[in-house]
């Protein structure tokens, strides 16, 4: 195994450290074109003899299994010639798809066979031969591989499933990282002989003759490569995958062979690191086809072995003598395939993909091959290329593993030593050349050193782990090292050490990775981890970074390293520095931040409000902060870390505000929110502002300085005009402050009745600033109401004129709520006292008259009956000596006007009038055929005289009433006729009447009592069930519930069959 460290690398050419002692003597005795070297031992005779016999014996089986390959076919391929291999060395052709044999064939090529040949005899010699084990010094490295295969020793560790597959989702992470981040706009290339099109490739090489002959098929299949150039990135990965789905079609087709080359030819694609930027997504891409071509072949082998895979892995209790020997036949022919690589970047890379092919012959762990991987990692000469190699190696043994990581120390280690070729003229040479910053170029290398480190991390012990890192700081330029060793090692070690770090970092200057950048990745591991950062010694950190900090100059720099750096600094420091911070951050920034500093910004604005026991008070009621808001450009950027502020705020801060400045504060960040709007703003942005806004309104609270408030609430509308929800909660709030003042003062005096009469003006000044009428509306008649409450006639007069004027800006979809508003002013206008300067019944003869006008505008007049009526009811109420209620405190009509018979009979005029234009309705509504309307008219004007008029004085307005009775049942409405229910029940006489006034009141109500009953009884059976009881309910707006309907029903049933007869229905009603 040791002598397999000496592969050879491009051309033939060694790529590793030249051997010394024997091992160069023995790379000496390969080259000489003799015959096999004399078998020296100081023995004697005898053992001469026994060892030259070995060797004739080995040769006769040479020839036998020479004769045997050529009459036998291999597994998925035709027979080949023997390669010369005179010089002893490796020359298994890997080249040609139909002419060398297939790795899962019994019989490779000559040398194997030989190699093979030679073991058996070895093995069937042991006992008499073993002490000439020197004596074989000189024979082929490929019989290296066999030495360990017979030998008895433990059983192969099982793989542990459940932490591979964790390996797994970490690279899979890792690998989403790399293609998202390192992508190029520069034109890629790719040199393959399975992909379509493309120029042809020639490759020269300069040989001699020595090596002609057994180069000669490798020239051959040279000759098919063709490059494709001017790719885009889509394009190179599109490429990529046809390269994947190529390798699946020569796998299914038995051609492995096929599969070996295109692998190879994958690999070799990772030598051209040109250009730069995309070189890690091309490593992502090509070890995926890597590590499908290491499973093919690990199934491959399971399957001739008939080893059942649990969950694509071995068998918890696997060992090597479970596979057959043809199995383990195939899987040596496999790794001499590979061995006899002539390149050496392709060699290592296959290798590595089918590393875990080793656990059917190896019978312990894989540290040595891997260590022996990473030694020969070393002859790779760039540093880039190198370096993600050593990535795949960490990835492939960590994915295996091993009791035993250390190689994985070893690794490290190896890396080390080659660490300071990054900084060297070559490469400094080679980036001039394609004009690549330095720190460009370096920060290629972070996501394998991140990978290399974070697999140390998993597998080493503390000692390990600060060996590394103590190693770190004899490198030149160990930038890049800190790097990953910060982010990737674990964070309980990294904080002890992260003082130590900062004071190098800020007294040594670096000319590869910035300064600034290792203390930006400290300050994340730093803040991170808050809990336990006083590991970190963070009194002496502090005095350590700040004034590096407050020394730079460059504003990129010092915003980004604050913004790490902040969540630490508040959490360490006292509550009055935390305006240090934020003074010094406005002075480096002055007068106005760049927009690529926003998102610095925004994250210092994130922690100065998410860090333990914020002091809102101290950050609210000093300039600092304001300060801070104000360096931000203007627009949206600012009024984001407004909304972060106040949003924050209104979480954490649930007490009422009463400090003056920090209301004055946040009410100014507030604004900020405001005076983004515009016209191009949504409405989901308007309402997110406007919650906001109204949560902190209803978060101050002065107790009872009511002026102060007033004064807020001024503010308050001066900060917030453009947004309508909060302008009408804002009227809510005063009319609430009024309401408010006047349960604790009861009797107003001079000073709260100016003060009321304040927000009453406040109330009437707001509302005209809201856009929507209906809003408006309601609100109006809610201030005049409460005006009203607090003894301000004037204030309620001039608000129910404002509602009074909206009437004709409704609209007419909304018809239902018209009527229903209209009736709360209409209640509103009975308790109203008249103003003395304008004609009585003022605000009614307006109201109707905007009615009538919108009902005609919009052909509403159902509508404008319906509002008619209720006025009729309202008038008839104006005219009763004491009305039913009053406002405390405010002297309503009926005592302005008490024995004033003139306001009677103007009211009674009026009520006449209204009638009549009611009338002339019902006559055009049947002039127009429009019977069902015109029926429910005459139905809701009977109610109206039956429930409002005084028909005994009044003979024409009984007849009126008969006719328009009759008017109804004339046209036989279902629906309408169910008002008879209530016209019954109104008939129904008291308690306090006499006997004669119930006599004939019963008579009248007789008269309609069957065609009442006919009404209900739907089906004419002569009963009335609960349905049809439900239904009438429905229809005459009285809708009752399940348990109403059966009580009802209990109550009437007599003889309880369920129904409701003629007799029940009667005496229930009568």
Not at 243 to 257: F, G, K, N, P, T
Not at 548 to 557: G, H, L, N, T, V
Not at 737 to 758: D, K, M
Request: aromatic share 8%; hydrophobic share 40%; proline share 4%.
């Amino acid at each position: 195994m040791k002598r397999l460290q000496y592969l050879r690398g491009n051309n033939g050419a060694s790529n590793v450290t030249p051997a010394t002692g024997g091992d160069a003597t023995w790379m000496a005795s390969c080259r000489r074109r003799t015959q096999p070297p004399r078998i020296q031992h100081p023995f004697g005779r005898r053992h001469r003899q026994i060892v030259q016999k070995l060797v004739e014996e080995t040769r006769l089986a040479e020839e036998g299994n020479r004769r045997e390959r050529e009459t036998l076919p291999m597994d998925g391929c035709a027979p080949s010639s023997a390669p010369d291999h005179r010089d002893g060395r490796e020359s298994v052709d890997v080249r040609r798809e139909h002419e060398p044999a297939s790795p899962d064939g019994q019989l490779t090529c000559v040398v194997c066979q030989s190699v093979f040949s030679t073991h058996r005899l070895l093995q069937r010699h042991r006992d008499r031969a073993n002490h000439f084990g020197q004596a074989l010094e000189g024979s082929d490295p490929l019989s290296q591989f066999v030495s360990k295969d017979e030998v008895e020793g433990p059983d192969i560790p099982a793989t542990n499933v459940n932490q591979k597959g964790a390996a797994a989702q970490e690279w899979l992470k890792h690998r989403t990282a790399i293609l998202s981040k390192f992508t190029t706009s520069e034109k890629l290339s790719i040199k393959s002989s399975f992909l379509q099109g493309g120029e042809k490739l020639v490759v020269k090489q300069e040989i001699n003759d020595k090596i002609k002959h057994r180069l000669q098929q490798l020239d051959e299949f040279e000759e098919h490569v063709r490059e494709h150039k001017g790719l885009s990135r889509d394009d190179y990965v599109s490429r990529i995958t046809q390269i994947s789905q190529e390798l699946h079609q020569a796998w299914a087709l038995d051609q492995r062979v096929k599969a070996l080359k295109i692998v190879i030819q994958c690999s070799k694609l990772l030598l051209e690191t040109h250009p730069f930027a995309f070189y890690p997504s091309k490593f992502a891409l090509i070890t995926d086809i890597l590590d499908k071509f290491g499973r093919m072949v690990f199934e491959r082998i399971a399957e001739k072995g008939e080893i059942r895979l649990v969950d694509h892995q071995l068998p918890k209790y696997f060992k090597p003598e479970h596979v057959f020997e043809s199995a383990r036949e195939t899987c040596r022919n496999w790794m001499y395939k590979i061995a006899s690589v002539r390149e050496l970047l392709p060699r290592i890379y296959v290798e590595m993909a089918v590393l875990e092919s080793y656990s059917f012959l190896e019978n312990t762990d894989f540290s040595a091959t891997l260590i022996r991987l990473s030694r020969a990692i070393r002859g790779v000469g760039n540093p880039l290329v190198a370096a993600y190699a050593r990535a795949y190696l960490m990835r492939v043994g960590r994915e295996i593993r091993l009791q035993d990581r250390s190689f994985v120390v070893e690794n490290v280690r190896d890396l080390y030593l080659s660490y300071n070729q990054l900084y060297s003229n070559n490469v400094r040479s080679e980036l001039t050349i394609f004009r690549t910053d330095l720190a460009d170029y370096l920060s290629l290398f972070s996501p394998a050193y991140d990978w290399i480190f974070q697999t140390l991390a998993h597998a080493g012990q503390y000692d390990e782990l600060d060996s590394i890192w103590r190693q770190s700081f004899n490198q030149a330029e160990p930038g890049l090292l800190w790097l990953s060793l910060l982010s990737q090692f674990p964070s309980d070690f990294v904080l002890s050490k992260c003082l130590e770090l900062a004071l190098y970092i800020t007294t040594t200057p670096s000319t590869g990775v910035p300064s600034q950048q290792l203390m930006v990745l400290m300050g994340q591991v730093l803040s991170r981890n808050l809990a336990s950062s006083c590991d970190s010694n963070p009194g002496k950190m502090l005095n350590v970074v700040w004034p590096y900090f407050s020394r730079k100059e460059d504003a990129d720099s010092y915003l980004q390293c604050m913004d790490a750096w902040m969540p630490y600094l508040l959490r360490h420091w006292r509550v009055k520095e935390m305006h240090r911070i934020i003074n010094d951050i406005v002075q480096h920034c002055r007068p106005k931040a760049q927009a690529h500093h926003v998102a610095n910004l925004t994250s210092i604005v994130h922690a100065l409000v998410r860090t333990e026991q914020v002091d809102y008070q101290s950050l609210f009621t000093t300039d600092s902060l304001m300060g801070l808001l104000d360096i931000y450009p203007e627009g949206h950027s600012r009024a984001e870390a407004a909304k972060i502020l106040l949003q924050q705020f209104l979480i954490d801060h649930d007490r009422p505000l009463n400090h003056p400045l920090m209301v004055d504060h946040l009410l100014s960040i507030a604004r900020i929110l405001h005076d983004t709007l515009n016209a191009t703003s949504v409405e989901d942005e308007k309402r997110q502002i406007s919650e906001i806004a109204i949560a902190l309104i209803d978060r101050v609270d002065f107790g009872r300085d009511f002026q102060q408030m007033l004064s807020f609430y001024g503010d308050a509308r001066a900060a917030f005009t453009n947004l309508d929800p909060v302008l009408a909660h804002l009227v809510q709030a005063i009319n609430r402050l009024s309401s408010r003042t006047r349960q604790l003062i009861q009797e107003h005096n001079e000073r709260t009745g100016h003060f009321v009469r304040a927000c009453g003006a406040f109330a009437y000044i707001t509302i005209p600033a809201i856009t929507c009428p209906m809003v408006r509306f309601r609100l109006y008649l809610l201030s005049s109401q409460v005006a009203l409450a607090n003894e301000c006639l004037g204030q309620a007069d001039a608000c129910l004129e404002g509602a009074i004027s909206l009437v004709t800006e409704f609209s007419p979809a909304e018809e239902q709520w018209i009527v229903s508003n209209l009736s709360n002013l209409l209640s509103t206008l009975l308790v109203q006292p008249d103003t003395p300067d304008q004609n009585r019944l003022h605000h009614l003869r307006r109201l109707l008259r905007n009615v009538r006008t919108f009902s005609i505008n919009h052909a509403l007049h159902r509508l404008r009956s319906t509002i008619y009526i209720q006025a009729i009811r309202l008038l008839s109420a104006y005219i009763q000596p004491d009305y039913i209620y009053h406002v405390p405190d405010v002297e309503s009509n009926d005592r302005l006007y008490l024995g004033d018979e003139d306001f009677r009979l103007e009211a009674a005029d009026y009520c006449s009038q209204l009638l009549t234009e009611l009338l002339n309705d019902l006559n055009q509504l049947g002039n127009e055929n429009q019977y069902g309307k015109q029926a429910s008219l005459c139905l809701e004007l009977f109610s109206l005289l039956i429930e409002s008029a005084d028909l005994k004085a009044e003979p024409s307005l009984t007849q009126l009433a008969a006719k328009l009775f009759l008017l109804a049942r004339k046209h036989n409405q279902w629906d309408a006729d169910y008002a008879w229910v209530k016209r019954i029940q109104a008939l129904r006489p008291s308690q306090s009447d006499d006997n004669a006034g119930g006599s004939n009141a019963d008579e009248e109500a007789g008269l309609d009592l069957v065609a009442a009953f006919r009404v209900f009884d739907r089906d004419k059976n002569g009963f009335i069930t609960k349905d049809e009881l439900r239904l009438a309910m429905e229809l005459i707006d009285e809708s009752m519930t399940e348990e109403g309907l059966n009580e009802l029903i209990k109550m009437a049933d007599v003889d309880k069959d369920g129904r409701i007869n003629y007799e029940e229905f009667a005496k229930m009603l009568l």
